[in-house]
């Protein structure tokens, strides 16, 4: 949906939620409205107990302008991860990904070092998919597991973007079957426990969750690097903002592990910290429960985050209809103080069906739950 222009912000409150829709290019603060919503629901239940933690990140083309490469034709090019667990606390692996519509910018390679000869004869996004599903059935999932149990695992990444979003989408564009795990994943946004454990530790606040370097120095653990700044090609204009120390996705994936194992450390009953620091990592984005609650509950009302702070109703009833959908309300949140838009709301449709039927498969219907 592009950048409203015109017309008057919509505006109201209220309604209970179900299934969440993420809009294209959505602000940072998203993340933090999701993981609120969610807490209301997980705090009545027992906080989970995972055996292992897959700590991902998925590395996807890019463009500085959005000429080349948009947010909905991102492709991934390498998948890193990392699982912990008490018996081998690191098996690191990765794999390389040909994107097939989307360049590997100047700026991409900036950020990951990775060139169009690091890709041209690795495995399409299909072929990665199933090498990570073979791990996974290795080193994650039961070995007598049934299809409708619960993980006994969860995932770690920086936000929840790479899992509720980038992958979702580009199978859908590609027509692959994701497994169960992936489709519907629990997930823990390290940026999110982190500005949680900033609220009981104001001697972190100097070090915002902003970036991972950031987060690195107020956890005191020391970021993976192997490579110095990358310029080659970059328009002059942005040489000055490319990373001093870019990062491939295992490396990123491996300083992710550093900082949940600090996080854990950190967190944990001490002697300066009797009672140590509530809520790290008690509630995970569990979207399989929230699907299932949301098709249970048969919930006719769409949760949407993301939004640009100008977005009005004409513009949201113009991108609902290009995808058939008729919503009879709208609804946006504001915060208490000063009334500022908070960039989610509130769509009702008229039945269930309007909500869970096809036409919705194309827009990023992520997450269902209820109050």
Request: aromatic share 8%; hydrophobic share 35%.
């Amino acid at each position: 949906m592009a950048t409203p222009t015109s017309g008057q912000p919509y505006q109201g409150s209220g309604g209970t939620y179900a299934q969440q829709v993420t809009l294209p290019q959505p602000p940072f603060s998203s993340e933090r409205a999701i993981q609120g919503a969610q807490g209301q629901y997980a705090s009545q239940t027992a906080p989970p107990q995972f055996d292992k933690y897959c700590i991902i990140h998925v590395a996807t083309t890019c463009d500085e302008h959005g000429v080349y490469v948009t947010k909905d034709s991102a492709e991934v090019i390498e998948i890193g991860w990392v699982v912990v667990d008490a018996k081998d606390p690191s098996l690191p692996e990765s794999v390389l990904v040909r994107p097939v519509n989307t360049p590997i910018t100047p700026l991409c390679t900036s950020l990951t070092t990775l060139t169009w000869e690091h890709v041209r004869n690795a495995g399409d996004f299909r072929a990665a998919i199933l090498a990570f599903d073979a791990f996974a059935k290795d080193n994650l999932t039961a070995k007598d597991a049934n299809p409708g149990d619960a993980p006994t695992f969860a995932f770690v990444t920086l936000t929840p973007w790479d899992l509720r979003v980038q992958l979702p989408r580009e199978a859908r564009d590609k027509s692959v079957v994701l497994p169960a795990y992936l489709q519907h994943p629990i997930l823990f946004g390290l940026r999110g426990e982190y500005q949680t454990f900033q609220s009981h530790h104001p001697e972190t606040l100097a070090f915002s969750s902003s970036n991972l370097s950031s987060i690195c120095a107020g956890l005191e653990v020391e970021e993976v690097r192997s490579s110095g700044k990358v310029t080659g090609g970059l328009p002059f204009h942005l040489q000055a903002l490319a990373p001093s120390s870019p990062r491939r996705a295992l490396e990123e994936a491996l300083t992710l592990t550093r900082c949940l194992r600090s996080l854990l450390q950190k967190s944990r009953p001490s002697p300066s910290n009797p009672s140590g620091t509530p809520g790290v990592l008690t509630r995970p984005l569990d979207a399989r429960s929230d699907v299932r609650a949301f098709l249970g509950e048969r919930s006719k009302v769409i949760h949407l985050s993301g939004l640009p702070h100008d977005t009005t109703q004409s513009e949201l009833e113009s991108w609902f209809t290009q995808f058939g959908g008729r919503p009879i309300a709208f609804w946006t949140l504001r915060t208490p103080e000063g009334g500022k838009p908070s960039g989610s709301g509130f769509v009702v449709f008229g039945s269930h069906e309007e909500v869970s039927t096809n036409p919705f498969d194309t827009i990023h219907l992520k997450r269902a739950c209820f109050l």
